[in-house]
């Protein structure tokens, strides 16, 4: 079947579950030939799309949908910016979910039913076991409620990937532990098993996902990292930590990169595993210096270099992996039991502790919250970083107030940036906000700073968590009139939804390309 047979069958009022994760292992085809579907109607207006997945996409999903001007609901997570544009115009309901979450929400019907899952997979049985791609994400889920299921066989991906994934889906509601109590535990199945009957039609394709890959890590992110090497050392020595170590979790970008490009270098650090949502180009510094033992995620997001030189290493490397289903990878219960060590980026953070991970200006959506607050708030060890200033220094991570909450205070153990490393626990608001300006803030901002805390204690109407509520967001206030947060470095230009896509491209170096 033609990937246009599919889309000619497709119905105009449609609630679509598709595969992929950051963008890995999603369908290619299928969704551009609806969309040029839409585009040759004579009545565009009568088509709405609905569409989930497990995390961002390529363009070849997310791109062309959206340029169609038809969608109209987009959950859980995105990082295209031709959505990101539409979410920010508000011509777009887009939810942001702890991914941990979204599998519970659609499987007891919160969100509208799935009319079709659109799936890619390196292999299907002729009784129905589908097997994935480099993602697992929400497939499983998607799979098992669709009304009707079309598969994007994509040849491009061998079949050695068979056996790389543990499908296993949580029941819901009481009763429903998850047998898992280290990262190489199996409990599932390598595929998923549908009704052969529900699977109307099989595209072939031949296509290698569209990631971008990475910038090399910069300066600062390699100070960020070995001050979190440095931290993690010192937690051995204490006994906190085993000498083995515990799993780390790290999220996408250049500074998650570079922590475990360090780790690969140094050595200090004899073996690591991983209990992710996202495997990047990274772990091939690890795999090389021999360092990685074992490492679980919903997601292999390579660059066309990477994904080459996996598959070419398959039959080497599967003894080193798991892709688990989001619900399992992501499960709250999961990372408790495993004592994991997390390390997300922070769009800002404030000097209290809580973090912004998601809105420029606290009203411009960059990507989403993602798994960040799953693991987070689970974790045995938060751990956030960021550089302390961007845009040349007009703008400070480190803030009176943040102007949107992600992860309160009472989840962020840890605050890194290229200037140092605030361990935030067991310590009272004021502590930690003067611990957060003498070893993470930019010398360019610490008296800054330091004279709204004086202020804040002056004129707060309490003195647990001072804040002086006429200035708490009147950085932000100058950002958006000046273009900077410091008096001294304004301009006359202000933000616009550029600079949210500069951000953007900052943070999650796995944005699907433009256009």
């Known amino acids: 079947m033609s990937a246009d047979d599919v889309a000619q069958r497709m119905p105009e009022q449609i609630t679509i ?74 011509k777009l309901n887009f939810i942001d979910m702890h991914l941990s979450h979204v599998g519970r929400y659609i499987r007891e019907g919160i969100f509208p039913s799935i009319d079709v899952a659109i799936v890619e997979a390196c292999d299907v049985t002729p009784d129905g076991r589908i097997y994935l791609t480099n993602s697992s994400g929400m497939s499983g889920t998607y799979l098992s409620l669709a009304k009707d299921i079309y598969i994007e066989l994509n040849e491009a991906h061998p079949l050695d990937m068979k056996g790389l994934h543990d499908i296993y889906l949580p029941e819901l509601h009481t009763g429903r532990p998850i047998n898992i109590d280290y990262v190489d535990d199996r409990i599932g199945t390598p595929y998923v098993r549908v009704n052969p009957e529900r699977i109307k039609g099989i595209v072939l394709t031949n296509n290698f996902d569209s990631s971008k890959g990475f910038k090399e890590p910069d300066e600062a992110s390699f100070k960020i990292a070995n ?82 030189r ?109 200037q140092g490393l605030a361990d935030l626990r067991a310590k009272s608001p004021k502590e930690r906000a003067r611990i957060i300006i003498d070893k993470c803030v930019h010398p360019t901002y610490k008296d800054l700073l330091k004279d709204y805390v004086r202020d804040a204690q002056r004129n707060s109407f309490a003195q647990h968590t001072p804040h002086d509520l006429k200035q708490a967001l009147s950085w932000h206030v100058r950002l958006q009139e000046t273009g900077s947060m410091h008096p001294d470095h304004q301009e006359t230009k202000q933000p616009t939804s550029k600079d949210t896509e500069k951000a953007a491209k900052k943070m999650d170096q796995t944005a699907a390309p433009k256009k």
């Open 17 to 90: 579950g598709a595969s992929g994760f950051t963008p890995a292992g999603y369908p290619k085809v299928i969704p551009g030939a609806y969309a040029q579907r839409i585009q040759n109607s004579k009545n565009p207006e009568n088509f709405s799309i609905n569409l989930y997945t497990g995390a961002s996409t390529g363009d070849e999903l997310d791109g062309v949908l959206a340029r169609t001007g038809r969608m109209k609901l987009r959950i859980p997570y995105q990082s295209h910016p031709d959505l990101r544009k539409l979410i920010n115009k508000g």
């Open 310 to 418: 996996f598959f070419k290493e398959l039959n080497e490397l599967k003894s080193k992996f798991i892709l688990r289903p989001m619900e399992i990878s992501n499960n709250p219960e999961v990372i408790r039991r495993m004592g994991l060590i997390t390390m997300n980026t922070a769009l800002e953070a404030d000097i209290y502790g809580n973090v912004n991970s998601t809105h420029v200006l606290g009203s411009s959506m960059m990507n989403g919250i993602g798994g960040s607050g799953d693991f987070t708030r689970n974790a045995y060890i938060s751990i956030f970083m960021a550089p302390s200033v961007a845009k040349g220094g007009k703008i400070s991570a480190f803030v009176p107030m943040v102007s949107h909450v992600d992860h309160n205070e009472h989840s962020v153990q840890i605050m890194v940036s290229e």
């Open 227 to 308: 001050h979190i090497l440095d931290f993690i050392l010192h937690e051995v020595e204490h006994g906190r930590i085993p000498k083995g170590l515990l799993p780390f979790q790290s999220g996408v970008g250049n500074v998650a990169n570079a922590v475990l490009a360090c780790i690969a270098k140094d050595n200090r650090f004899k073996s690591i595993e991983m209990y992710t949502e996202v495997i990047q180009d990274s772990i091939f510094d690890l795999l090389d210096s021999g360092k990685l033992r074992f490492a679980s995620t919903t997601a292999l997001t390579f660059s066309p270099e990477g994904q080459t």
